[in-house]
């Protein structure tokens, strides 16, 4: 088992070592860059059938990164917002206390709109879809009381229904109805919804597009009256809202989404405009308003804050009570949506905040207003995709020059590679948030930064082998010095004990000589 541990160990540094490195590098530059490409395939050109191959299991490391650094980009610099040009009406907690439960009985909802309609807004959006009738409706009571209650059944059945009720509120008011566009059939499902018409200008895109078979939608009395109908769907990227759609497939034919159709609404224009080419879909334009977007017909949504926002929001309950200063209606689009706890749909944005679903309705709006897009256009990819070829190559053919400073600098000092593959990155990122800051240009610098670290992670592999080989081999070459054997050290001779009276002697005085010890006379 060591030894074919040790085959393999061999192997691959001889594979890593081949050509100085560089056809591991190449092949790394190009097996990754042909990744990032399956990761997010730019329009214009046909994405390869082989690729559909391995969407079940191949990993998708770059579309994950990608979020995350586009996260960043926005939690580092948020939308700031300029304007206010929405006005969310929010079915709360205090409201509920006060009407009484969800749902409410059609003819309370049609009050809510009648109030709010009185102090003539732009128009009203409403973030709900009744696909089913009321059955507070008088005649649905009338249809559960006894026999002994014919008198009274029959007088509940010449009042007005709930919904002819609603019908009628909807009909006075600019209004528009929400939708939400599904995948599968369910009883309160249908196959069409009554919106408006869509011109397309170029190619059709509905192939591009989102498409659904299924939408979840109102009564079609309902739909019949209200001025325009809409889809409230969100795209859902790991469970964070990033992406909106402004126009989806429904069956053969597109549909808006709730900001474009109010947006057609207030400004009385017949139709939306898509324009489209081969690479999918360019703009959505209402009357003299146009968003760019996503081939796919989504736009990044560029969001702000939601403690920057919460003076857009009033009760519908001080609204029905006539509590709220009309000015704070005027020359706005309000937006009905339920806010109360249990009731709301709640999401998570890019900046890691859970907000309402008509917060992010409110946002999409907003942005339109501000004409403060985040863009990521088709050929940004290509630049990015030339970029890091063009650069992995200068690598490859660079770094490993015996003769350059770097190669050099590469061989004293093996992290070398690495720090300089961090410097470079941090630079790229620092560009890219200028990039996003000032323009509104989503770079994907996590691609290139993983590419790019991958190939220049191949040389700095190989120069810590060459180093490893060369402390071998120096401690091969290295002479073996024996020890010497160890020599006792030579006995010292034991002093024998003098005797008593060699002793004595030594401690007598000595004689004076020639009577020097004598006093002078």
């Known amino acids: 088992m060591k030894r074919l541990s040790a085959a393999w160990v061999t192997f691959f540094r001889k594979l890593l070592k081949a050509g100085q490195g560089r056809p591991v590098a190449l092949a790394v530059l190009f097996g990754l860059s042909l990744l990032n490409l399956y990761s997010e395939w730019p329009g214009g050109i046909a994405r390869p059938q082989f690729f559909d191959r391995f969407d079940d299991f191949v990993p998708d490391p770059f579309n994950s990164a990608r979020q995350l650094l586009f996260d960043h980009y926005q939690r580092r610099f948020p939308r700031v917002p300029t304007s206010q040009p929405v006005l969310i009406v929010a079915i709360d907690d205090k409201t509920l206390a006060a009407v009484g439960q969800w749902p409410w009985p059609r003819n309370k909802l049609a009050n809510l709109v009648d109030a709010i309609a009185a102090q003539k807004p732009l128009a009203i959006g409403l973030d709900i879809y009744m696909p089913e009738a009321d059955q507070t409706s008088p005649d649905k009571v009338a249809d559960n009381l006894p026999a ?29 109805l929400g939708a939400a566009a599904v995948d599968h059939a369910a009883f309160d499902t249908s196959t069409d919804l009554r919106s408006a018409p869509i011109l397309v200008h170029g190619v059709d895109p509905i192939n591009m597009v989102k498409r659904y078979n299924y939408v979840l939608a109102s009564l079609p009395e309902l739909q019949a009256a209200a001025h325009g109908q809409a889809m409230l769907n969100v795209a859902l990227e790991q469970g964070t809202v990033r992406r909106i759609p402004l ?39 209402v009357a003299d308003v146009q968003v760019p977007t996503q081939p796919d017909g989504d736009i990044w949504l560029h969001f702000a804050s939601i403690r920057s926002t919460q003076l857009r929001y009033v009760s519908a309950r001080d609204v029905l009570q006539g509590q709220v200063d009309p000015a704070r209606f005027r020359n706005k689009l309000v937006l009905v949506g339920l806010t109360g706890t249990g009731l709301t749909d709640m999401r998570t944005t890019a900046l890691g905040e859970l907000v309402p679903g008509i917060e992010i309705q409110a946002q999409i709006i907003e ?41 050099a600098l590469v061989r004293a000092v093996p992290q070398a590679t690495a720090m300089l593959g961090v410097v470079l990155n941090l630079l790229l990122l620092a560009a890219c948030l200028l990039l996003f800051k000032f323009v509104g240009l989503l770079v994907d610098a996590a691609s290139i930064f993983i590419i790019l670290s991958a190939v220049t992670g191949c040389f700095f592999t190989t120069a810590l082998l060459d180093t490893a080989q060369t402390l071998r081999d120096a401690l091969r070459s290295r002479p073996t010095k024996r020890p010497a054997p160890e020599v006792p050290p030579p006995a010292q001779p034991v002093r024998q004990p003098e005797p008593p009276t060699a002793a004595i002697a030594k401690r007598q005085p000595t004689a004076p000589r020639d009577g020097a010890d004598q006093l002078p006379r």
């Open 148 to 176: 002994s209650a014919a008198e009274l059944a029959a007088g509940l059945r010449a009042l007005p229904s709930h919904e002819t009720i609603l019908a009628d509120a909807l009909r006075a008011a600019p209004s528009v």
């Open 247 to 285: 126009v989806l497939g429904l069956g053969e034919k597109l549909v808006p989404c709730m900001p474009i159709e109010m947006l057609r609404v207030v400004t009385q224009s017949a139709a939306v405009d898509v324009y489209a080419d081969a690479a999918g879909m360019q703009s959505v334009g």
């Open 367 to 407: 942005t339109i207003f501000e004409g403060r897009f985040l863009r990521r256009p088709v050929w940004l990819k290509w630049a990015e995709s030339v970029f890091v070829l063009a650069f992995g190559l200068l690598i490859i053919w660079y770094i490993p020059h015996t003769d350059s400073r770097l190669a």
